[in-house]
C-alpha cells in the first residue's frame, strides 16, 4: 500500500529531519510509531497523508509515485486516509455530529446514507448524547474523540493516528484500542503514533521506533 526507500527531509537549509527511513505498510496491517519528543513522528505521518514530499528517496503511495503525482490527484488520494491531527482541526461553527459527516458531504452523499453511522459511531466514543455541541464548549479529550470519530466515518484504506489516546483517560483509551482493532479487522491499515507504552503492550503488533531521524522496525 505505501513504501518508503532511502527517504530523507529536510526544512529549507536545515539538517535532515528524517534520514534514510525505508518501510512499508501493508494492507489490512496494524503498526505503531513511537519515539522521543521531535525524533519525526509528526513530519513521518505527514509524509504519509502526502502534505510534504521528501527532499530525497522514494515513496510510493497507492501504486503511485509521490514525486510524480498532480496536485489535482491528491484530495482523491487523501480521501483513501483517514487522519487524526494532535490539533484535531475542527469546524467550531458545526455541531460534532456534522463534523463527523463532513467528510461524506463533502463527497455529495445524502445525509440519510450516513446519518445512523455517524450516531453510532459517536455513542462508541462516548458522545452520543452531545450531537449538538459545538467544539468550543468541549474539553481536549471530547474533541479528541471528535476527530477520531471523523477519520473512522468513512472507512479509510489506512487511519495515521497522531497521540489519539493523548488527552483521553485509561478506560476510553481503550475502548478507543478496541475501535481501531475493529476497524483493522475490517480491512484498514492503522499507523498510530504514541508515546503510551501500556497502550502498545496491549497488542501484538509492529513497532516503528523513529530515533535521531532513523528508523528501527520490530515486527
Known amino acids: 500500500m505505501i513504501k518508503f526507500e532511502n527517504v530523507g527531509l529536510r526544512y529549507g537549509m536545515g539538517p535532515e529531519v528524517l534520514r534514510d527511513v525505508s518501510f512499508s505498510i501493508p494492507k489490512q496491517s ?10 519525526g513522528k509528526t513530519t513521518l505521518l505527514r509524509l504519509l497523508f502526502m502534505s510534504l514530499r521528501p527532499t530525497r528517496g522514494l515513496i510510493t503511495i497507492f501504486d503511485k509515485d509521490m514525486a510524480t503525482i ?23 461553527h458545526m455541531t460534532i455530529y456534522e ?30 448524547e452531545r450531537i449538538h455541541a459545538l467544539p468550543p464548549v468541549l474539553s481536549g479529550g471530547e474533541k479528541q474523540r471528535v476527530a477520531i470519530a471523523r477519520a473512522l466515518i468513512d472507512q479509510p484504506e489506512i487511519l495515521l493516528a497522531d497521540e489519539p489516546t493523548g488527552n483521553v483517560d485509561t478506560p476510553m483509551a481503550r475502548r478507543l484500542l478496541r475501535l481501531f482493532l ?38
Not at 30 to 36: A, E, K, M, R
Not at 81 to 86: E, K, M, T
Not at 189 to 207: K, N, P, S
Open 30 to 39: 496494524f503498526q505503531f510509531l513511537t519515539g522521543p519528543s521531535g525524533a
Open 70 to 92: 498532480k496536485p489535482e490527484e491528491l484530495p482523491l488520494l487523501r480521501r483513501r486516509v483517514g487522519v487524526v491531527f494532535q490539533d484535531f482541526r475542527l469546524l467550531d
Open 182 to 219: 475493529e476497524l483493522n479487522r475490517l480491512g484498514t491499515a492503522v499507523v498510530i503514533a504514541t508515546h503510551d507504552l501500556g497502550l502498545m503492550d496491549q497488542v501484538d503488533a509492529r513497532r516503528m521506533i523513529l530515533s535521531n531521524g532513523q528508523l528501527e522496525i520490530y515486527e
Open 99 to 128: 463534523n463527523v459527516g463532513l467528510p461524506l458531504r463533502v463527497r455529495g452523499k445524502e445525509e440519510s446514507s450516513y446519518q445512523h453511522d455517524v450516531l453510532e459511531l459517536l455513542k462508541w466514543v462516548g458522545l452520543g
